[in-house]
């Protein structure tokens, strides 16, 4: 994948967040996604999946830099995705005008600033040749 495929597929990782963003302050809505830690342990599960050297490797290194163990950051990306399906499946109705506003808020372009160029120069850690 080359740097335009990365920096469109960030962009579009912008633009999602962005929406969502835009989206609850259109409505004055608040999503508060709530996790709680402090469940019994007796309510607690095991789940057990099959993964390549490869991706767990991935994994482990992520964590690494996060400064979780590999169970942690695994819950931690499994419930963002989760609540991030849900979220998709989630309606917001506006009239017209505010929708007319709201597309344009995501149609124009970003902004250049010095943190975006720098971003967008720097190469993705899966883009690394780990051989």
Do not use: C
């Not at 995705?81 to 506003?101: H, I, M, P, S, Y």
């Amino acid at each position: 994948m080359g740097r335009r495929e990365v920096a469109a597929d960030r962009g579009l990782a912008v633009r999602r967040i962005l929406t969502y963003t835009l989206s609850l302050q259109a409505q004055k809505v608040r999503f508060i996604v709530a996790h709680n830690p402090g469940q019994a342990e007796a309510s607690r599960g095991l789940i057990n999946i099959r993964i390549s050297a490869a991706d767990r490797n991935v994994i482990d290194r992520a964590a690494k830099l996060a400064g979780k163990s590999r169970s942690e950051f695994m819950l931690q990306a499994s419930r963002r995705a989760a609540q991030e399906t849900l979220l998709d499946t989630t309606l917001f109705a506006v009239d017209g005008l505010t929708f007319k506003r709201f597309k344009a808020m995501l149609d124009a372009p970003p902004k250049p600033n010095k943190r975006l160029q720098a971003l967008m120069r720097r190469q993705a850690p899966w883009e690394y040749d780990t051989r």
